[in-house]
Structure formats: C-alpha cells, structure tokens
C-alpha cells in the first residue's frame, strides 16, 4: 500500500532509508528573507510526527476539523465498527461501495489466510449514509487493488490477483479463482492496486513498491516488474502486458475523454499522463541514452511523497470550476490536493489549486479517493496514529487496526450544478443502457459499457451499431469500443470512424486500431493520413499506433513528425521516438534499415534512437555513423558505449583505429573513451581483445610515467587529473603490466600525490606482483606520519595476503589510530576467522575499545565469519562495555532535548549537507540520486529528523538493502544495487559512486542487514555542526 511508505521524500543522507512525508495540512508559507546566515520562514509542523501525539477522535469529533471550500459538505459515510482499515474502493454498476480493508496491515498473514475482508456498502435509504454492510470475502492477507464485476469482483490478496465468483448474487464469493500472480509482497505497502478497467475491457493495475514481480497470462508471455511499472491484463487472465517502465510507487489512476489514462505517484512527480510503453525514472535507473525519460505534466510537488488516489472529475454535481479537475489524497499532509490542467499542443500542463479539502486531525489519512455515482467524492480514510511503513516499527502498539472512515463529499452551494442521481444498471434494458452511453461520468459510462459487453454480449452488437447512426460523439465512441469489445466491428464502421469530423472520434478509432494488427493492415492508408492532421492529439493517436506494429515504412513519417513538432510539445515529441525506437527494436525491421536511403537529419535521429536498442545490427549502424561524423563528446561517449556493448570483435577494432586517428593527439580524450568502451565491453559479458589490451596498456603506460617525482603546479581541474590517474593504475592492474611496476613503485611512494592515486597503485602492485610489492605496502601503512585514508586502503589490500605476520601487523596499528583506520583494520580482520583471533586479542588487550565491533561493517564481516565460540568471545566483551543501543539513544536524546531550530535556513547546515550528504541526496534539484530527493524533508521535524541521521538501520526499507559482494579474488565490496547493464551489476557505494561487477567475477552476494547510509555520522559529524545540518533540514520544505 503505497501510501505507507510515508513521509519525507526520501532517504537521509548518503543513506537510503526511504522516508516519505512533507507538508502540513496546509498551503505552504513563503520565506522571508532576512540578513546573515539566517532566512526567517514561518512554519508549521504539527503533522510533522511519525506517531502522532494528538488523541484519537469519533468520527464526528474528527469532522469538525475538516475544511472545504465555501458550498461543500462532508458527511460521514461509514466507519467502526461497521468497516475496519480501508485500503482502495470501487463502486459498481449498481451503486454500491466495494471496499477492501486490511487489519493485518502492515504484516502479512504469512501463508495461511488472513482476517482481512471485501465489503460491500449500500445506502438503501437515501440519506447519504451506508446502512447495508455485506462481507463478500472476509479470509484476506492485506487486499487492496478492487474492482467489481458483473459476477463477483477481481482483487488483490497476497500473493495473487483473484477472480472472486458470486454465482447466486447474494453478495458473498462462492469461489475464487488465480487470474494472474504471484505477485512480490516482502514489501506488504508496495502492492498490487488501484485497479481500473479500461475503454479497451482490460484490467489497467498499479504494481506498487520495492517488490519484484515475475508474472505470466495463459498464454505464457511473461512480464518481470521491479518496484513501481503499470500493467494490464485480460479479464480471463489469457495475457499480461506492462504498459508503463519505471516510476516508483503508482497508487491511483484515471481515464479522461481522450481516453489518456493518468496516474498519481509517490515519488516522482505527482501526477504523471502515461505514455503507453514510456519509460520513466526510478531509484538507480540509467537514463535511457537515445530517448531519455519519458516527459512528466507537473513541474512541481504537492508538498508530500505519500500521495493516493486519484479522481478526474467528469461530473456535473460540482460547480465549473471544479471540473475537469484532478483530485489526490496525502496521508501525511493530511488533505485532499486539487490540480487542473492545460495543454501545450498534447502536452498537458498542470496547475496547482488551493488544498480541496484541510483537516485539523492529525489522524486523518486519505488512502484512496474515487468519484460515486452520484457525482460525489468518496474518501477512504485509514484512521490512525501511524501511517509510516519504515519510520516506525511495523509491530508498534501505536498502530490503530480496527478504525476507519469513509468522508462523502458533496455540494450544497448556490452556483450551478446538477444532483444527480444513481442508477441500478445491472436492471436496466439494453436500450437504457445505450442512453447511459451519454452519462457526463467518464466512470459511469465505462460501468455501462462493461455491463453491456459482460451480460447483453453479441446480442448487443446490432443495437449499439444502430445507435452510432444517431449518437453524440461521447455514446459514439463507447459505442466502438464496445463494438471492438465484442469483435463485432467492422472495417466499414472503423473506416467511417476514422475519417469522422469530430477529433475525438478519430483519436479513439485510431486507439482501437492501435489494439489489433489486423485492423492496422486494413487501415494503414487512413493511421498515415491522421499522422499528417493539423490537430496534433489525432497525430499523437496514429503515431501510437505505428509504434505497436513495427514496419520500415513507419520510420520516416515518424522522424518526420518528430522534427516538426514544437520542442514545447514534449509528449509528442516522446511518443514519435518511442515509435521509431520500438519499430527499430524489431529484427526485420533493423535489418532493413542500412540498406535503405536517409537524409543526414534522418540519420542522426536513427542513431540516437538506436543507443537505446540493444542488438549489434543497430550497434554497427552506430559504429558506421560514428565513424563518418564530427560529432560532440557527449554524443561521441554515448555510441561508444553502445557500441562497446554490442558490436562483433572485428567492428570493435574498427572503433579503436577510429579513436586513435581521430584523438591521436588527445591523450585525455583517448582515456575517457577508453574507459566507456570498456565498459560497454564489461557489459557484454566478454574479454576485451588484443587491440583493446594493447591501447590501453599504452594508455596506461602514458599517464603512470607522466607523474613528476616532485610537486607540480595545481591543474586546472585537479579532481579530473586525479580520476584519469586512477583509471590508468587501473588498467595496469587489470592488465597485470608488470612492466609500469616500477612506476606504480614511485607512485607510491609521492607524499604529495593524492590519496585516491597512491592507492590505486597500491592496488595495481598487489595484483601484479603481490609477494613482492606486500613488504612496500607495509612500510607505508606502518608510517604514522601517512594520510588515515590512504593506510586504510592499504589495510584493506595488505589483508588480502592474510598470514600470522600480517595479522599481527594490522592488529597493533589499530592501538592508538584513528577511529576510521580501526574500523577498517577491524573490518579486514574480521573477514577470516583467523583474523577474527587477533581482533579478538585486541579487544582483550584493551588496545582498541570494543564498541567498534558495534560498526556496521564489522559487525557484518564477523557475523559471516565467526566461529561460534569466537562469537560467545565477542558477547562477552559487549556484555562487559557499555551497551551500544542505551548510549546511542542516550545520544540521539541529549541531541533531540539540545537542539534550537532558528526557523531560518542554516547556511552552515547546508555547508555540512553538501560535504556529507549530497553525494546520494538531491535537494531543489542539486545532488546525487542515489537515495530519494529530500524536496519537503524539513516536514519531518527535528525529532526524527535526529533520529534518522544518528540511527539510520533502526527502520530499513527492502528498497535500500545493500548487498556485501565477494569476487572470486575474495575482495569484499559493498553497495547499494541500482540496475544490471548486461552481464555486470551496478552499486553505489558509501560515497554514493556507482562501480559495476562482472557477474562472472563475483562469488557470493549476500543481502545485509543493513542500509547504505554510513552510520557514522554520531562520530564524525561535530556536534555543533550536526545541530547546523539540522537546522539546515528543517528548512526544505
């Protein structure tokens, strides 16, 4: 349930521990500027707290705090004990509420059934309150995704999505079927939800968070999700198709007119118009190379990160004004948000509104929002004290299971509207359900036509052909796709459809198309004449449909339409590269294409879009485009790195002899495309060949022999000239050049050469001779005088030739050195048992104080490698010192009872955020993206805020887990897993830079305990620096 994932936006810090939250419950302040260090801003934070310090209300007590625009009226719809914890509603065809709930929330039931239910609500009487509660399944584990069907309903319960069959219509499920699953559910707020049925009969459902979900039709064709993405499946569960890649926890949708469905998400950007097959960012996702991320509506946030629910509003029960509307729920903010929208030639353009709807109870949480039948908004709200997945303990006391609430929202102003009425249409004739085609609800007329389709069958199809003689363009277009529905629509009705005067008309035909090759072959003359329209929703359409069924023909009209578009348009401008991308993706297709005539503007918008298509046809066409162009260095490194990947050995030479004649005289540029070609290479899973070995060996050679003995003038970008140096010790390494040891000697040696060089060439001597080079390495590392950071990476290597001598050596630097060499002298001890004895002695000796085996690193390598009675040593050596949890919570309360906030921005603070913190974290677009952004973290308040930043493994999200890595030389790694690129894996590591692993490098990979986030910070961080980050935090909202 995505909501749960709660707070922040975020992660904290150089960690990742996803928080959620952000805004108040009301419209944010702006600041006010003021002199010095400090910017005075007005605050408020009372919605600020993972567990809620307010008392639990009634239901008519939390009422009174509501606050809606002048005209509008909540009332109270259900509650408890009636209804328990909502998750999602639906509404079906006969006005009845379906809503699933969960009192097992947030631990799963395990592998029996669990308590949780479906209930259907009724009101009977008419006074706007349910009165009729039937349980139509009440042996649930955590369902939430629903949607009601003529027969029973389809919903999610762990681990699968299930056809519940109500065969005698009294409201109870007789049976239930697997449609489609399993379904991941180690992440029990990241599921399955917000079904809805789409304009096409299909079953349109958010995947949720974290989990990965592997999943397979009937017909065999399987779909693998990982955290966020959008599918649909066939109402039989005969096929599964993802519809969107990417995004991070999808919890609502929405259909328009146009039939352009939305959704609401929690971690991009709120609102989002999905572009069928678009790709969409997520943590660690790469950019896609030729297309990039597909375009986004909002250029801002809502305040929070725990947004559900998603309502378009078609009715007419609300005034003009709230129409066409966008409505969302925040569980952290506690409010309903309004946006509108405009549109840039297809591109809609949303508008931020003032807050729908306030509440003054911090316990009131939103979960889901749907329109009714009658024109009303209806507001699941899971009452409760905590909503938070990962800030606090799922097992809490504090968790509310049996409180729950369902507001209805209606209008009883003075301007115009219209009450509407709710029908009974599973009663009504076909010819009242074809006037139902005219409904002013989107959602209304989509209940109408599942009726039809569902229960009238092919018995409707010449009624509702009859109908389009005389139907207005809203019954029109049901009326096709219920044609279509029924396989009843013919090329006569489709073609007269396609060429209609009404735009709407033609958009949707051309979608009916875009669902069947057959009808696509049979109309192909008129998809290319709508690519041509001057209204570019209808050109949008028919480039859709090119995009599904891949031919060579459709490339130029697509290019074509993509060169002029205007750049505002960037909806279109996507969907038209999309096209020639996925067309491009198809072998016949890509086989034709070197073969056919292009234009240069052709040829390069080709080339972009096949960066992104993974196969050495389009990596050759690259190459051969590479090769015949002066091209820019960005562009240049990205077909490198397609072309690295995936073109023939012989072509990969060709791309060597291109570089070195092109650059012979820029040893850096060489260097850098060096770099990205081998990684390209990496992730093809092969051995660079002879000719790669060999340039890069001079490469190599070039740079190690170039460092002066004595210090040389600063460079102008000394970071960058440090980096090329690593990378050159690298390739020695990789290599084994013995003949650059003796510059990787010297190298060592230079006290004044940075760190970062020095050891990496430590790490070359070890891989190229290390029996020779350890007694160098030693020296050093036995040097007090000597950088910590450059004698702990000599600790880390030394300990890779683990002997009597060298454990003795490691065990008596660690007395006396700084903390962050004893960590990493513990931590290399502490990866054998035999090491472990020394550590052990150590420990004994008092040389070292034992709470650094409390360090997570430590901590983990000794768990993996301890003997058992190694492991009673260690207890006992805990249980004598200070326990580690009351000190560290001694600590994190002084901080919280200490600190000040100025309520300004803390420029210091923010001083500290970058030096430590920016490197994973983005605020107002600035940092890295390892971790979530913190836009709105300052929402928080300082309470958890601290404990957090001092804590940061007390609550850990499955998304965030690092990973300990062994390869097969048995080094150690840790990181943060981010994506695969072919055969390597890519982490993050503690600084938040990414390092990719061959997969045929690695021995073990073992999920940790813990997160990324160092959890150093109590250590490292001076107090009087940690109250400035602080302050600085408490600032971004």
Request: glycine share 8%; with cysteine.
């Amino acid at each position: 349930m995505k909501l749960f994932h709660l707070t922040g936006k975020a992660i904290l810090l150089p960690a990742v521990l996803i928080l959620f939250g952000q805004g108040c419950g009301l419209p944010r302040q702006k600041a006010a500027k003021s002199s010095g260090n400090v910017i005075k801003i007005h605050k408020k934070d009372i919605y600020a707290e993972h567990v809620r310090t307010s008392e639990f209300q009634t239901p008519e007590q939390e009422k009174l705090g509501f606050k809606l625009p002048p005209g509008f009226e909540i009332t109270l719809f259900a509650s408890e004990p009636d209804i328990t914890k909502p998750m999602n509603m639906e509404f079906d065809d006969r006005g009845r509420l379906w809503v699933t709930q969960s009192s097992e929330y947030p631990i799963a039931a395990g592998t029996s059934d669990g308590r949780d239910r479906i209930t259907i609500l009724e009101d009977k009487n008419g006074d706007g309150k349910a009165d009729t509660f039937t349980h139509f399944d009440d042996n649930l584990n955590i369902p939430i995704g629903i949607m009601p069907v003529s027969d029973g309903a389809i919903a999610y319960s762990i681990p699968n999505l299930y056809y519940f069959k109500d065969g005698d219509h009294d409201g109870k499920s007789d049976s239930k079927k697997v449609l489609v699953g399993g379904f991941g559910h180690k992440d029990t707020h990241g599921m399955v939800n917000n079904i809805i049925r789409g304009y096409d009969g299909w079953l349109h459902v958010c995947h949720g968070f974290s989990n990965t979900s592997n999943i397979a039709g009937t017909d065999g064709d399987s779909v693998k999700m990982t955290s966020g993405n959008t599918f649909r499946v066939k109402m039989d569960g005969s096929r599964v198709e993802q519809t969107t890649f990417g995004r991070v926890n999808p919890f609502g949708y929405a259909y328009d007119e146009k039939g352009y469905l939305f959704s609401v998400d929690c971690h991009t950007k709120p609102i989002t118009q999905l572009i069928f097959g678009g790709d969409y960012p997520h943590f660690g996702k790469k950019v896609p190379a030729g297309l990039g991320f597909a375009p986004e509506m909002m250029s801002y946030e809502l305040g929070s990160t725990a947004l559900a629910g998603l309502v378009y509003y078609t009715g007419t029960h609300f005034p003009e004004q709230y129409r066409n509307s966008f409505f969302t729920g925040d569980v952290v903010t506690c409010r309903i948000d309004r946006n509108t929208m405009t549109y840039q030639g297809t591109t809609p353009v949303s508008k931020k509104e003032e807050p729908f709807l306030l509440s003054k109870d911090p316990w009131f949480r939103p979960v889901d929002v749907k329109l009714g039948p009658d024109g009303a908004l209806y507001i699941a709200d899971f009452y409760n004290r905590i909503i938070g997945h990962y800030e606090v303990a799922l097992n809490h006391p504090g968790r509310d299971r049996v409180s729950g609430r369902i507001w209805k929202i209606t209008y009883k102003g003075d301007q115009p509207h219209t009450n509407m009425t709710v029908t009974d249409w599973s009663k009504a004739s076909l010819e009242q359900l074809l006037s139902g085609l005219n409904h002013p609800q989107i959602n209304t007329r989509m209940k109408v036509a599942d009726r039809i389709v569902d229960s009238w069958k092919g018995k409707a199809a010449e009624p509702v052909k009859a109908m389009l003689a005389m139907a207005d363009p809203t019954a029109y277009i049901h009326g096709l796709w219920i044609l279509h529905r029924l396989n009843a629509l013919d090329n006569t009705t489709l073609e007269k459809a396609l060429t209609h005067n009404n735009a709407l008309i033609q958009i949707h035909a051309l979608r009916i198309v875009g669902e069947n090759k057959a009808s696509f072959e049979k109309h192909k003359a008129s998809v290319d004449h709508a690519l041509k329209s001057r209204d570019p929703f209808i050109q949008r359409s028919a480039a859709e449909v090119l995009t599904r069924f891949p031919n060579a023909e459709n490339l130029a009209p697509l290019m074509e339409l993509f060169e002029k578009t205007d750049s505002l348009d960037t909806h279109l401008r996507y969907t038209a590269l999309l096209g020639v991308r996925n067309n491009l993706r198809n072998p016949g297709v890509m086989w034709r294409v070197p073969a056919m005539a292009w234009n240069e503007p052709q040829l390069a918008l080709l080339t972009r879009a096949m960066l992104d298509v993974p196969s050495s046809a389009a990596a050759a066409f690259v190459l051969d485009y590479t090769r015949n162009h002066d091209l820019p260095s960005k562009t240049l490194v990205k077909n490198l790195e397609q072309i690295g990947r995936y073109v023939l050995p012989y072509q990969l030479d060709q791309a060597i002899d291109l570089i070195n004649n092109k650059f012979a005289n820029e040893p850096e540029t060489q260097l850098s495309l060096y770099k990205t070609i081998r990684a390209g290479v990496k992730q093809s899973g092969a051995e660079p060949g002879q000719k790669m070995r060999d340039w890069g060996s001079k490469l190599a050679t070039s740079f190690l022999s170039s460092i002066p003995d004595k210090r040389e003038k600063p460079a102008k970008n000394s970071a960058l000239l440090a980096s090329q140096r690593v990378l050159a010790a690298d390739i020695a390494a990789e290599y084994r050049l013995k003949s650059s040891e003796p510059d990787l000697q010297r190298i060592l040696k230079l006290s004044w050469l940075e760190s970062a060089v020095r050891g990496a060439a430590a790490g070359a001597l070890m891989r190229i001779d290390p029996d020779t080079n350890e007694k160098l390495l030693a020296e050093l590392f036995n040097d007090p005088a000597e950088l910590p950071e450059l004698r702990e990476k000599l600790a880390e290597l030394i300990g890779r030739q683990p002997s009597p001598t060298v454990f003795e050596m490691l065990k008596k630097q660690m007395a006396g050195g700084a903390r962050n060499l004893q960590v990493a002298i513990a931590t290399v001890l502490a990866n054998t048992s035999e090491g472990i004895t020394y550590l052990l002695n150590a420990f004994k000796e008092e040389e070292v104080n034992v709470e650094i085996a409390n360090e997570i690193p430590v901590k983990e390598r000794f768990a993996i490698n301890a003997k058992s009675d190694q492991q009673k040593q260690m207890d006992k050596f805990l249980a004598a010192g200070a326990d580690e949890r009351v000190v560290r919570q001694k600590l994190i309360d002084e901080r919280i009872a200490t600190f000040t906030p100025t309520g300004g921005v803390n420029v210091p603070g923010k001083a500290v955020f970058v030096q430590n913190c920016s490197a994973c974290h983005q605020i107002q677009g600035s940092g890295g993206m390892v971790g979530p952004q913190l836009d709105g973290i300052g929402n928080w308040g300082h309470k958890a805020l601290t404990q957090k930043i001092l804590d940061p493994n007390r609550n850990i999200t499955e998304a965030f887990r690092t990973y300990n890595i062994t390869l097969k030389d048995d080094k150690t790694l840790t990181g943060l897993y981010r994506r695969a690129e072919g055969e390597t894996l890519v982490f993050a590591d503690l600084t938040g830079q990414e390092f990719a692993v061959a997969k045929n490098e690695m021995k073990e990979y073992r999920a940790s305990k813990y997160t990324l986030m160092p959890d150093q910070f109590r250590n490292i961080i001076a107090e009087k620096d940690f109250y400035a980050l602080l302050d600085y935090l408490l600032s971004v909202k």
